[in-house]
């Protein structure tokens, strides 16, 4: 009797998607959580997150939102209630003025990007971003469809794009260009003459710009304040989308709220996507966002000062080991290393050569997990957060100064 042949090849996969590597963040911090529960001692300097509990009155509006029974769908694009506070929280803290029907909320801020370059790009349009960058931009971008255009930003500039810079990527096909402030990884802030620059570009060449704020409230020079570029003026405020959510500033990374502020043919569109592919954001979680925004902010503020603490900390140690490199930061959570100068260096039997060696040595040797930064558009750097606690700062740049001056 002839046994039937089982076909074991799959179809092709999509090309888009194969091509997409997984974020290089999430690998190490899954890598640094796996050695920890092998009983390793590892201080990780990977996740952008804050070590926060999300506030009390918070965690509270969730149970309450349980215990109240609200736990079915909403609409799409948000609660009408929620999608409110974020037009309140627009015009008490950026001075801009928009309609509920201009806000989408999503799961998360990541998901809000996401949609927006599903709305706005066709295939081969092309997305001009200043790196270094968070590296998930550029994949959503070509999972969209579209090509990421990278201009290599100045530590001189402050990781800020010059307008001969922003000219010479600018082609027929450009549809957008992606603004971070406070940036992730170098936790530089655009000042008012950079935002300036950026607009005059953007109204001049009429295409969007896509203003990741995420870091808006984790600043720390007391000489800079985050403006939002929609502020400018009305052409650049039609051209512009916010976005935002309330992980970073109140530690409420788990619970995937975001939002967008665009233009309403543009909200409308990212609304419908979102019907089709996530039906709405989660019902107890924006409950949990609405006692975020309209409860007291002081919560913000305490941890706002906290991270600016460690900030400094961090900065100072980093001054004093050799080889390395960096600027202060002025917002966010990240200290972004250029270690180019320990290229040649050799560490027992290995010599390091870019920015992935010194990670993968540190790690195996001294149990610091660290990310390098090709991923982000700058190979030789690393970025290390500072979301976590003092005495694990404390302990991972110890063990981070010892490594350098064992270098031969």
């Known amino acids: 009797m002839k046994t039937m042949e089982v076909k074991t090849e799959m179809k092709e996969l999509s090309l888009k998607a194969v091509g997409i590597r997984p974020s290089s963040t999430v690998a190490i911090t899954a890598k640094a959580a796996e050695l920890k529960s092998e009983g390793k001692d590892v201080v990780s300097f990977s996740a952008g997150e804050p070590d926060f509990d999300t506030p009390e009155h918070i965690r509270q509006a969730g149970i309450d939102a349980i215990n109240n029974g609200d736990t079915r769908y909403t609409a799409a694009a948000g609660t009408t209630e929620l999608k409110k506070a974020v037009c309140k929280k627009m015009l008490d803290d950026n001075g801009l003025v928009y309609a509920p029907n201009q806000i989408v909320i999503s799961n998360g801020a990541k998901h809000s990007l996401a949609n927006t370059f599903w709305a706005m790009l066709n295939d081969g349009d092309e997305v001009i971003i200043p790196a270094p960058y968070w590296l998930s931009y550029s994949a959503m971008v070509e999972i969209a469809g579209g090509k990421p255009v990278l201009i290599y930003t100045k530590k001189e500039n402050n990781f800020m794009p010059t307008k001969e810079e922003l000219e010479s990527a600018y082609t027929e096909k450009t549809k957008a260009f992606v603004l971070t402030s406070p940036s992730n990884p170098t936790g530089a802030i655009a000042s008012f003459e950079d935002l300036k620059i950026i607009a005059d570009f953007a ?22 304040k985050h403006i939002s570029i929609a502020s400018l003026s009305k052409e650049i405020f039609d051209r512009a989308i916010i976005i935002n959510g309330v992980s970073k500033s109140y530690a409420m990374t788990g619970w995937r709220i975001g939002y967008t502020a665009a233009p309403e043919a543009i909200a409308k569109v990212m609304s419908s996507i979102q019907s089709h592919t ?3 954001p989660n019902s107890i979680a924006q409950k949990a966002a609405l006692a975020a925004l309209l409860g007291p902010q002081d919560c913000v503020e305490e941890m706002r000062v906290e991270f600016g603490k460690r900030c400094d900390y961090i900065f100072e140690r980093e001054e004093k080991i050799p080889y390395i490199s960096a600027i202060k930061p002025e917002g966010a959570f990240y200290l972004f290393v250029d270690v180019s100068g320990t290229y040649g260096k050799k560490y027992k039997d290995k010599t390091i050569t870019s920015a992935a060696d010194f990670a993968s040595i540190v790690l195996e040797h001294k149990m610091v997990a660290l990310v390098p930064c090709a991923d982000f558009g700058m190979s030789e750097c690393i970025r290390l957060s500072y979301a976590c606690s003092m005495e694990n700062i404390k302990e991972g740049m110890d063990r981070i100064e010892a490594f350098v001056n064992e270098l031969a």
Request: charged residues 30%; hydrophobic residues 40%; without cysteine.
């Open 278 to 280: 996530a039906s709405n």
């Open 203 to 224: 109204v001049e060449k009429d295409i969007f710009v896509i203003a990741d704020e995420i870091y808006e409230k984790l600043i720390y020079n007391p000489n800079k």
